[in-house]
């Protein structure tokens, strides 16, 4: 069994001396047990804040243990009359080719399902984050204009395609482009500005004419800077994640905004909150599988994958996403099915 353990916490961007590729020998089954073989693994943001020791809403990964992950398995064999060979499920059994499970957490996708990395994805914890973040916490309505970064991206592309769903003018930030031009044509909206053009907060200004109702906030840094003035009277603002802040190993320079951000958000009424998807919302996840399941089928939402072969890959499919070089959700195919 190949894995990938956490061999010291990173300072600043993972490199491949962070992690050990090892090889271990899986021990025997035991009554009640299953071997899982990894076919997908999920590669999420998330995943650089269990690398650190900081305080977090979660435990960090210890030194030496293998590094967490969603996964997508089928049983290889199984001593459990709950699962049979050949099923499929959803594990978070982490960066390893193979896992021993007792069933417990386990969830069902049954024997041949029609694209099962969905789970990690659109029908997993990105969609589901992306929907009750903005209907939620950002309750759009038609008409209002909603904007949000790494609009290609599992999070930020299901957003935008609610929002559009939901009536409202759709303003996507993204890297290049390449991507942009996939937002509007493929996702459908409105306009999207490229985050590393020189121009990019007058351009942002531009497309948002009437200002800024939802901001659905992913990334942080200069595109939170280049939408705060934009924000209307009693804007909302899901705060989701901080992507441009995750590799950071200190504080931006410059003055400090602080007084000017709680003047802004005290004069403007504005509502920000944050979420951590599964803490918040685990009670309404059949809410989120019925309506997404729905769109899905109308044609409705578009999916994207960017789907890496080989576990080999991961450390660098890792900083890839990190970085924006990935095009759509990171998906490391580990093995065939
Ligand atoms: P993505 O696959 O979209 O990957 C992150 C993207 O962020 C990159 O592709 C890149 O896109 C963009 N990015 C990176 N650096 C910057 C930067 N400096 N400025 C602007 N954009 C940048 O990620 P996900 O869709 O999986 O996750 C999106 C966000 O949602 C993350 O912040 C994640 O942590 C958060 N999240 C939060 C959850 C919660 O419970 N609160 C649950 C799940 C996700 P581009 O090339 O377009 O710039």
């Not at 499920?89 to 007792?102: C, D, K, M, P, R």
């Not at 320079?253 to 000017?260: L, N």
């Amino acid at each position: 069994n190949k894995q990938f353990t956490l061999k010291s916490r990173p300072h600043g961007a993972p490199t491949i001396d962070n992690f050990a590729l090892k090889s271990e020998q899986m021990p025997e089954l035991q009554q009640g047990e299953v071997l899982l073989r990894t076919i997908y693994l999920s590669l999420d943001p998330y995943m650089r804040g269990r690398m650190s020791d900081a305080k977090s809403y979660a435990d960090p990964v210890e030194i030496g243990d293998v590094m967490v992950g969603a996964t997508v398995c089928q049983i290889e064999q199984s001593n459990n009359d709950k699962f049979a060979k050949g099923d499929w499920v959803l594990a978070y059994t982490g960066w390893q080719e193979y896992a021993i499970s007792n069933g417990e957490g386990l969830m069902p996708l049954g024997k041949e399902p029609s694209n099962p990395s969905y789970a990690l994805g659109i029908m997993g914890m990105p969609g589901f984050t992306a929907y009750m973040g903005l209907l939620d916490i950002g309750a759009p309505k038609a008409g209002e204009t909603v904007v949000v970064a790494a609009a290609t991206g599992p999070v930020g592309a299901t957003v935008g395609q609610i929002a559009k769903l939901k009536g409202c003018k759709v303003v996507g930030v993204a890297g290049g482009s390449e991507k942009c031009l996939y937002a509007i044509e493929k996702l459908g909206f409105d306009a999207c500005i490229d985050h590393r053009a020189d121009d990019f907060s007058s351009q942002l200004a531009k497309a948002c004419d009437a200002g800024i109702d939802v901001y659905y906030e992913n990334v942080g840094g200069k595109v939170f800077d280049a939408v705060l003035p934009l924000l209307n009277t009693a804007a909302r603002v899901p705060l989701c994640g901080l992507v441009s802040q995750y590799n950071a190993t200190e504080l931006p320079q410059g003055p400090d905004r602080m007084g000017a951000l709680m003047g802004q958000i005290l004069s403007k009424r504005i509502r920000m909150q944050g979420f951590i998807i599964f803490d918040d919302y685990a009670h309404r996840y059949d809410e989120f599988a019925t309506d997404m399941k729905k769109w899905l089928s109308e044609g409705k939402i578009h999916y994207r994958e960017h789907l890496v072969t080989g576990l080999d890959n991961t450390v660098s499919a890792f900083n890839d996403m990190l970085d924006g070089k990935n095009f759509g959700k990171t998906v490391i195919q580990v093995n065939q099915p």
